[in-house]
């Protein structure tokens, strides 16, 4: 059976339900959203290595460092865990959608969702007023939960919701089940990482750079495509997975963020991927670009490419 899922935004209002646990369903008019244009520029502090040698990604060709890979994935196996490639973080599927401010995760309806950390519940329930996007009924059935050091994590569309607002919540503790609540094509679980100001609906982080990967011998890869005056270029970006020959052993294409969203320290990134050697490729404005990088067990590879 093949699972096909995705969240897209809506302009009108929804008469009120409520909240409940109960399926909404929507149709999706075509989105008038306006969404702010940002001239996103690099932060010129980049998180140093986790070695005792500084390592500085702007010299070198790539630097590995811990990360913060402190977040249990919401869904755990059997069920699938693996984020959906079709519909990433800031992208918008080729032009087709509004930039992704969140993961996907492809369930069937009723697999078990799984608080990611620590916390407290700071919503739950049918998201009837426009708080959490600037929509009503766009995420459905939500879960909210409020971590450590302003950090805060969002799971949508769901079907059934376990737990109450104020409730003090273990990482691990089951707070729902997948569904198609709200604005969604398929069931999925819609899971999202803010920090900040959560009800700022351009507050979200890219949640691959904040999940623990998926094996023990994954890592992730965070890109930073920027110009000679550190702003961020678009580009598509070929990951190739190499062994020790130079044999291909995986392909990965990665668009970099939508502008709206390229507002930290990368404006592309990609998870779980094998432990091993990989070569970066891009073109931009006519120009070749290559680079060798290494990814490590358990840790972020960051990668600076200034291009013309």
Known sequence: MILFASCMPV???TPSPQ?????????????TFVIPTQTATLHPTVTPTATAIPCDPFTADFCITDGNFI??????????????RTYPFASTADGTRDPHHGVEFVNAFGTPVYAAGDGSVIFAGLDDVAIYSPWRVYYGNLVVIEHEDNLFTLYAHLSKIDVKTGDLIAMGDKIGEVGQSGVAIG????????????????STVNSELWLTPRTSNSGAIEFS???ENSQFQKATITVQ???ESN???GVYYIDTYHPTLTTRTENAAIGDL????YRITLIHNGGFYERWVEVQSSKLTQVVIVVK
Do not use: C, W
């Not at 094998?274 to 050697?277: K, L, M, P, T």
């Open 225 to 227: 495509i920027v110009n």
């Open 274 to 277: 094998s432990a091993g050697r």
């Open 247 to 249: 044999n291909v052993l």
């Open 71 to 84: 977040l249990q994935r919401p869904i755990l196996p059997s069920a699938n865990d693996s984020v959906d």
């Open 187 to 202: 069931s999925h679980l819609h899971f999202e990482v803010r920090r900040g100001d959560v009800e700022d609906y351009f």
């Open 241 to 243: 997975h190499v062994d």
């Open 19 to 31: 909240p409940s646990a109960a399926i909404v369903s929507i149709s999706k008019p075509t989105s």
């Open 11 to 13: 302009q009108t209002a």
